[in-house]
């Protein structure tokens, strides 16, 4: 039987994955598009978190996102700037990293967040020293569901796409991941289900990842990305 092929990296998202933030977004685009008198259900909005910036636009706003779209973009900010005090990581998130890192794995940040939300981001996770690299809006054109970002994470992680594992929490990290050709570990911290994770494409859900953590105290980093 072949030996099972190895970890070398592993691809974070960090909203809703390693940072409980997702939702502080829904709140930060639901007073955005009252800001610019668009009506827009608050499910909706969950729904298409982590998409692609313009892509949320259009999903959300439909015909009007031309119109509204660059200044609900500026109202975003704004309100997620007021929230950001409330960001907190979630538990395990810093331990899996460091340990991942301690055993010879490449960690690398696989976000789309914008450069002055990311420096937020890094500052609550507090992992530095354990990162190989890391990834911003400014580094690709198109976000996720594109692949752009995981193939520059895999760029930056020095391995092929093989020895990568993605973790995320939504199915565009799932999808986007499936398109460059690396197996995705999806989390339920994010708030979609288990089973829309696996269909877009994740080989194994966790709660969280405390969950991952206590998996790889077990059984090391080569079940990753396993079914």
Do not use: C
């Amino acid at each position: 039987m072949a030996s099972p092929t190895p970890v070398r990296a592993v691809l974070f998202d960090i909203d809703g994955t390693l940072i409980d933030s997702n939702y502080l977004h829904v709140d930060a685009w639901m007073r955005a598009f009252a800001d610019v008198g668009a009506a827009v259900d608050s499910w909706r909005v969950h729904r298409a978190i982590g998409l692609d910036s313009s892509k949320l636009l259009e999903t959300l706003l439909g015909d009007r996102a031309d119109e509204l779209g660059e200044q609900a973009s500026e109202r975003h900010s704004a309100h997620y700037e007021e929230l950001q005090p409330r960001l907190r990581r979630f538990d395990g998130a810093r331990e899996l990293v460091q340990r991942l890192s301690e055993a010879g794995v490449r960690v690398v940040l696989a976000t789309s967040a914008p450069p002055e939300e990311y420096e937020v981001l890094r500052e609550r996770l507090d992992v530095d020293e354990f990162l190989h690299a890391a990834t911003t809006a400014d580094d690709v054109e198109t976000a996720k569901p594109e692949p752009d970002i995981i193939a520059t994470a895999l760029e930056r992680a020095g391995v092929p796409a093989e020895e990568a594992v993605m973790v995320g929490d939504t199915r565009w990290d799932a999808e986007a991941a499936g398109r460059a050709g690396v197996r995705s570990v999806g989390v339920l911290s994010g708030g979609i289900g288990a089973e829309e994770l696996r269909a877009a494409g994740a080989v194994a859900v966790f709660d969280d990842v405390s969950a991952i953590l206590a998996a790889f105290t077990e059984r090391g980093a080569e079940w990753l990305g396993r079914a």
